[in-house]
T-cell receptor, first 113, second 117 residues
Framework: QQQVKQSPQSLIVQKGGISIINCAYENTAFDYFPWYQQFPGKGPALLIAIRPDVSEKKEGRFTISFNKSAKQFSLHIMDSQPGDSATYFCAAVNAGNNRKLIWGLGTSLAVNP | EAGVVQSPRYKIIEKKQPVAFWCNPISGHNTLYWYRQNLGQGPELLIRYENEEAVDDSQLPKDRFSAERLKGVDSTLKIQPAELGDSAVYLC???????????????FGEGSRLTVL
């Protein structure tokens, strides 16, 4: 059972465009939603994260939008750059309880120059 | 500050042979994870340690996989005997749980790529 559903599976964006990746979850006990970025041959690295008490968090060109009622959250990459080409994973966890991170299946992003 | 260190980076073995992977987490991190990642997929948790205790090993194939974290620092993941389907990248990660509060960030090593022939 996939508890965190991520889409699209792959995404191609032109340089300067906006990349949008969406995730949906079922478990309302989740209270922490991180996004990880993974380059080929490397381990995932935390990019940005949000807790459900806020609807949006922005760090530079990266923004998480969070809709608690719809149980959805999304990553927006503004002014996408070729260096953003990577695989992005959303995840969710009940940080106060079992602390088991549940991962989406990933989105492979390619930003064309 | 040194990151999570894993070795070896690459390992090629014949099926039925044993293999071991080593992980040194970030200093002070009390929680350690072993993940398996197949090509084009997300990480799959194998085992999670808090200090020396394995608090979640429900996804560890215990017939052939074993792990240990002696003294609550370094960890070793072993596969014996390896099967063709074990070919994957084995990722180690660490995090800090402070006074029961999860900080929410996992720090990953670069992984150990296993090829079983």
């Amino acid at each position: 059972q996939q508890q965190v559903k991520q889409s699209p599976q792959s995404l191609i964006v032109q340089k300067g465009g906006i990349s949008i990746i969406n995730c949906a979850y079922e478990n309302t006990a989740f209270d922490y939603f991180p996004w990880y970025q993974q380059f080929p041959g490397k381990g995932p690295a935390l990019l940005i994260a949000i807790r459900p008490d806020v609807s949006e968090k922005k760090e530079g060109r990266f923004t998480i939008s969070f809709n608690k009622s719809a149980k959805q959250f999304s990553l927006h990459i503004m002014d996408s750059q070729p260096g953003d080409s990577a695989t992005y994973f959303c995840a969710a966890v009940n940080a106060g309880n079992n602390r088991k991170l549940i991962w989406g299946l990933g989105t492979s992003l390619a930003v064309n120059p | 500050e040194a990151g999570v260190v894993q070795s070896p980076r690459y390992k090629i073995i014949e099926k039925k042979q044993p293999v071991a992977f080593w992980c040194n987490p970030i200093s002070g991190h009390n929680t350690l994870y072993w993940y398996r990642q197949n090509l084009g997929q997300g990480p799959e948790l194998l085992i999670r340690y808090e200090n020396e205790e394995a608090v979640d090993d429900s996804q560890l194939p215990k017939d052939r996989f074993s792990a240990e974290r002696l003294k609550g620092v370094d960890s070793t993941l072993k596969i014996q005997p390896a099967e063709l389907g074990d070919s994957a990248v084995y990722l180690c990660a660490s995090s800090l749980v402070f006074e029961g509060q999860y900080t929410g960030e996992l720090f990953f090593g670069e992984g150990s790529r296993l090829t079983v022939l």
